[in-house]
């Protein structure tokens, strides 16, 4: 049953992490967008830095567990936080040099402060109402270091990383843009609906109910 006394941290380790986390999510949402900077590569990569290795370095440091190998996974959590979003920032990143190119990177989105700011809010309302969709779990899973990590920093960073090129996408001249920035494009789009797509309607379904996916094993929810 969810109620908001799940919510607030249940010991000083928990609000510790916690903090930590946020903290962790201010920085990176200062600086990963660089990463756009330095390509599709490096958009990607990043991507997988967000919460693919954090997420299997903290739960096997600080819970025991190892989240490594495959049959492992969620299928949200493998196929999604290890190939679709950070291929939807990779994508993302083409579409972001392509708009540069044709305007100049002075009039790029991401230095307005206005657009920024809605950015900001975006990321930090994904994490707290994302986590209040949780408040169901039991508490030793709810506040668990690897769901805070993920709750508090991996849904914050990843809205604002993908938010943040966003306009780029509606404001490209598409008809002097290159075959590789509708590639990129569209493997953007992919990357984000799919990845709600496993979160959202592939990983709910009954075990026996799911379409085969390779490397992963059934999500559990609260264990």
Not at 19 to 27: D, E, H, Q, T
Not at 65 to 78: D, T
Not at 128 to 134: C, G, L
Request: proline share 7%.
């Amino acid at each position: 049953m969810r109620t908001l006394e799940q919510w607030p941290p249940h010991s000083t380790f928990e609000t510790l992490f916690t903090l930590f986390s946020v903290l962790c999510a201010l920085m990176a949402i200062r600086y990963v967008p660089k990463l756009y900077d330095k390509g599709a590569a490096a958009a990607y990569l990043g991507g997988v830095a967000i919460s693919f290795i954090p997420v299997q370095v903290i739960a096997y440091v600080a819970e025991g567990r190892r989240m490594w190998l495959p049959g492992q996974h969620s299928a949200i959590f493998f196929w999604g936080d290890l190939v679709l979003l950070p291929g939807a920032a990779a994508g993302l990143a083409i579409v972001r040099r392509e708009w540069i190119a044709q305007h100049g990177a002075h009039n790029a989105f991401e230095h307005s402060r206005a657009w920024r700011l809605v950015c900001v809010l975006a990321a930090v309302a994904v994490g707290m109402a994302y986590h209040y969709t949780q408040l169901e779990w039991t508490p030793l899973a709810l506040h668990a270091p690897s769901k805070v990590w993920h709750d508090y920093f991996v849904y914050p960073v990843f809205t604002y990383l993908l938010l943040l090129p966003l306009p780029y996408l509606v404001t490209l001249d598409w008809r002097r843009a290159r075959l590789l920035t509708a590639v990129g494009a569209a493997i953007a789009v992919f990357g984000v609906l799919g990845w709600w797509s496993l979160g959202h309607w592939y990983d709910p379904l009954p075990a026996d109910a799911r379409p085969a996916l390779p490397l992963i094993a059934p999500a559990s929810i609260g264990s």
